[in-house]
């Protein structure tokens, strides 16, 4: 079964930095485009930013574009959200996601992403 565990949130100040981690549980999902979403208290869950199955291509929602960046290590599973300049706004919990299939382009649609983590907390004080 497929699963993908998020970690590295927490409660930070505005203006600092949290580095995301997403762990995934089968080596062939190295080979899927990745993304992170975010769901604030009382809204819908929305696109952060997204990374190519090589790790070469990615694409970011405006509001977080020049402040945080999505990597991947396909030898290790891994992708990242480093996040930096947090602002109150960023408050949310945050989703690893990754395509149910392998290779194509990375997306900003959540209807595209086949496989879900549970989440982690990121609140950003003022």
């Known amino acids: 079964q497929v699963q993908l565990v998020e970690s590295g949130g927490g409660l930070v100040q505005a203006g600092a930095s949290l580095r995301l981690s997403c762990a995934a549980s089968e080596r062939s999902l190295s080979r899927h485009p990745m993304g992170w979403f975010r769901q604030a208290p009382g809204k819908e869950r929305e696109f952060v930013a997204a990374?190519?199955?090589?790790?070469?291509?990615?694409d970011y929602s405006d509001s977080v574009k020049g402040r945080f960046t999505i990597s991947r290590d396909r030898g290790e599973n891994m992708v990242y959200l480093q996040m930096n300049s947090l602002k109150p706004e960023d408050t949310a919990i945050y989703y690893c996601a990754a395509h149910p299939s392998p290779y194509g382009d990375h997306s900003k649609a959540e209807i595209n992403y086949g496989f879900w983590g549970q989440g982690t907390q990121v609140t950003v004080s003022s």
């Open positions: 990374i190519g199955w090589q790790g070469i291509s990615s």
